[in-house]
């Protein structure tokens, strides 16, 4: 395997979820950013492939497909994302799945709107709709509400409406961490923990490697220093990889920081390991 160079990005979203940049828009970003290897983590789809494939071509951008799901269930509504790696879009049941997952998410995103109308807020689940490719989510119920006028920002909505607690706020319809980390190591991939300090204490995070995780987001743009290390001992202790990524959703969405993660702070053996699965 050719060796990797420079900064990678291994958990990033476009257009097709909750992203504001197209796969080819991201490719552009990531290229300039000296990014040498792309993996694109859209919410519950993977259509964002052949655009990412072929500007990545293009530019010659090392460039690869994975996917983050949502988890709803005991404990884990909103809270639990599972990022996929390496495995087999074509598997068998994998794609019906997501689509299952995408209308569940059409479903809760038609409830906030019920409870923003009932607030006297004019908003339509079309409005909502309109700048989603594919996967809708909170925040382009956010979105919404910012062109409508009734918050500045993604980051207001989420605050005043729709987050836990909040009027606007609906609980998650997504699949359970069982059943994601499952559908991805059944499609032959590596099966990984996002942004772990939202999943939980120890205990919440020992139960998700007894589900079958293989790997952690330890380099990750909303950890500190000393939560990178703790979340690197928990990962190595279990024999877990220890992957990385920026989160990255694109200009206007909060989580436009910088796009890659510098390569020995995400750990060499870990990329290249986990790059040996299938991954496009």
């Not at 996967?135 to 409508?148: I, K, M, S, Y």
């Not at 390569?263 to 990329?271: L, S």
Request: glycine share 12%; charged share 25%.
């Amino acid at each position: 395997m050719t060796a990797l160079a420079g900064r990678v990005e291994l958990h990033c979203h476009s257009v097709y979820s909750d992203g504001t940049l197209t796969p080819a828009e991201l490719v552009t970003r990531a290229a300039a950013r000296g990014v040498s290897l792309l993996v694109l983590t859209d919410h519950d789809s993977v259509s964002g492939g052949p655009e990412l494939f072929a500007a990545a071509a293009a530019v010659g951008l090392r460039a690869r497909l994975g996917i983050e799901i949502n988890c709803a269930g005991a404990g884990a509504a909103d809270r639990v994302h599972v990022l996929g790696y390496g495995f087999d879009p074509a598997s068998p049941g994998f794609e019906r799945r997501l689509s299952e997952f995408r209308e569940r998410r059409s479903v809760r995103a038609r409830l906030m709107v019920d409870k923003l109308r009932a607030l006297g807020h004019s908003i339509s689940y079309e409005d909502v709709r309109a700048a989603a490719h594919e996967t809708v989510g909170r925040p382009h119920v956010a979105d919404a509400l910012r062109r409508l006028g009734v918050v500045a920002s993604r980051k207001e909505a989420f605050e005043r409406f729709l987050i836990s607690g909040k009027p606007g706020f609906v609980e998650s319809m997504g699949p359970s961490p069982a059943e994601a980390v499952a559908l991805i190591r059944d499609a032959g991939g590596i099966a990984c923990l996002a942004h772990p300090q939202t999943a939980g204490k120890q205990a919440e995070l020992d139960e998700l490697h007894r589900l079958g995780l293989q790997a952690v987001e330890v380099r990750y743009a909303g950890h500190t220093p000393s939560q990178m290390r703790a979340y690197g001992d928990w990962a190595q202790s279990r024999g877990l990889l220890a992957l990385g990524g920026s989160d990255y959703h694109g200009p206007g969405t909060g989580r436009e920081h910088a796009l890659g993660v510098d390569y020995d702070e995400v750990g060499r053996a870990a990329i290249e390991e986990a790059l040996e699965r299938r991954c496009s």
